[in-house]
């Protein structure tokens, strides 16, 4: 289910986390020094700042108290070695075969964030394909489930508006990680991965019908929620409020967009 996200800042969780991620098997990782928090490379990435909330912004009428609200939008900054836990065993894993196949781990990799006991890689999406198949093949990752891809839309974070986030459970080691790739708006583009975790079919389709995110290669990219005619893409956070009244006895709830406003 494709869903919205942003941590510490008031959206949904965009990483569409597993609760029990970060947990499992923590490996062969070296006693205490695997419980270890990772260290930030650099602190947390401020893409934005919100003021008010629920259409109100401090002008007149607004008694609800929310017009004065400030909140800074941030995502977790790249983390540094060692990652704790089994994170530093997979990483050295994955590097390692992405060598082997003559490809820099540092061309596919972008960061690496450790973040609330949980593991991302940012991923380039050209290498999208390739990072996916080694994490499901290699019998060291053997990431052999993808639960589902969840679009994310961050319009303040400029040339890379657009998240596509993939779940994967490892059943072998019963590990679970998470992959992000970015795009921008203006060039909405990524490889299907239909091909690897066929599962994703119905999950890429929903991503784009919501998001706009455009699944290249995947057997039938079309909406899965919405009339095919449908304009834009409801879960994007520019995308019109709209609606409908609301009717009940004795009582009118008007729409979304009707309602009052304090502007």
Known sequence: MSETHEPENGNTNSTGADPGAGTGNT??????????????????EVIGVRKGMFGTNGGGGDTSGYGGLVRTVVLPGPSTRPYGSWFDEVADELEGALEEQDLLPANAIEKTVVDRGELTFHIAREHLVRVARTLRDDPALR?????????????????????????????????????????????????????????????????????????????????????????????????PLGGIAVEYKGAQIPAPDQRRSYS
């Open 27 to 44: 490996g062969n990782t070296g006693g205490d020094a695997a419980n270890v928090p990772a260290p930030r490379d650099r602190g947390p």
């Open 143 to 239: 990431f052999e489930l993808c639960t589902g891809v969840s679009g994310v839309h961050y319009p303040q974070d400029k040339g890379r508006e657009l998240h596509a986030v993939y779940h994967l459970r490892s059943l072998t080691h019963g590990r679970i990680l998470r992959l992000e790739v970015s795009v921008p708006d203006s060039d909405a583009h990524l490889p299907s991965l239909v091909t690897v975790y066929p599962t994703n079919d119905w999950h890429e389709r929903e991503a784009y019908d919501f998001f706009g995110l455009v699944f290249d290669g995947h057997p039938a990219l079309t909406r899965i929620m919405m009339p095919d005619d449908w304009q834009g893409f409801p879960q994007r956070k520019d995308y």
